[in-house]
């Protein structure tokens, strides 16, 4: 009999080319496939909640599969486990219903940008964290984010390439916090363009730096030549993804 299967997913992202299955290197999505099939003896097809690019972690990333196993459900991420390199660790596997899908039942998503602004960037935070080297205005930068809450049009803050049907999303909560030096941009939304963490946080990130950026009038242009640079991956964690 199929099982609908969740599985709660965490991973470093530097050694793969994102999330989705490419021609051009490994990716996580792939590298799950495969181990499910070694545990399994069966080819599936995964579900993530959403992509991510190469390089961006994950610390609580979501996907389903329909599979016919006699494997008890909640045994099945140490099974899985076993065949996955160090780098990628199925953290709960459940049974859901069968309406259940990891992108299209999801209502919000938890995304966290990380700024090393010390002065020498530690061998630990190297690939975890985007190192500016200097310390930002985070007074500024938290002055302006505001502006980012609620529902508007972020076409200026899409990468170009991508093809959805409306550019309007809504940020329920945006937060900047700083522990010895490290800033971290917490953003909760109910849906995200194309690099659009990446290039609020690059834009934040100038604003800091003294660049005289209006968020309100960047929004208002929906241009995205107007925003900020897009925000290395290696910065970008996938937090949470939340459902009904």
């Given amino acids: 009999m199929n099982q609908n299967i969740l599985l709660k997913i965490q991973y470093i992202g530097t050694n793969y080319c994102g999330w989705q299955k490419q021609n ?6 792939q ?119 609620g529902e508007h049009d972020f076409a200026a803050f899409q990468s170009e390439g991508s093809s959805v049907k409306t550019t309007v999303r809504t940020i329920y909560s945006l937060e900047i916090n700083c522990i010895n030096n490290i800033a971290e941009i917490h953003i909760i939304g109910n849906g995200f363009l194309y690099n659009m963490v990446r290039i609020i946080a690059g834009t934040l990130i100038e604003i800091g730096k003294g660049k005289d950026y209006s968020i309100v009038d960047i929004l208002n242009t929906k241009q995205r030549e107007n925003a900020g640079p897009t925000a290395p991956a290696c910065g970008l964690f996938m937090e949470k993804v939340e459902y009904d």
């Avoid at 051009?24 to 999505?29: L, Y």
């Avoid at 993530?48 to 016919?68: C, E, M, P, Y």
């Avoid at 899908?101 to 061998?123: F, G, L, Q, W």
């Fill in 24 to 29: 051009n290197g490994k990716s996580i999505q």
């Fill in 31 to 149: 590298e799950i496939e495969r181990a499910i099939c070694e545990v399994t003896g069966k080819q599936v097809n995964l579900t993530g909640s959403g992509r991510t690019d190469s390089g961006v972690h994950a610390l609580g990333q979501v996907a389903n599969f329909v599979i016919d196993t006699t494997i008890p459900v909640e045994k099945i991420k140490y099974a899985i486990n076993y065949y996955l390199p160090d780098d990628i660790r199925i953290i709960e596997s459940k049974a859901v219903e069968d309406s259940f899908h990891a992108r299209y039942s999801s209502k919000k998503k938890t995304y966290c940008y990380r700024i090393n602004m010390n002065e020498i960037e530690s061998p630990f935070e190297k690939n975890r964290s985007y190192f500016v080297g200097k310390e930002l205005d985070l007074s500024k930068m938290k002055e302006q984010s505001k502006f980012l809450m």
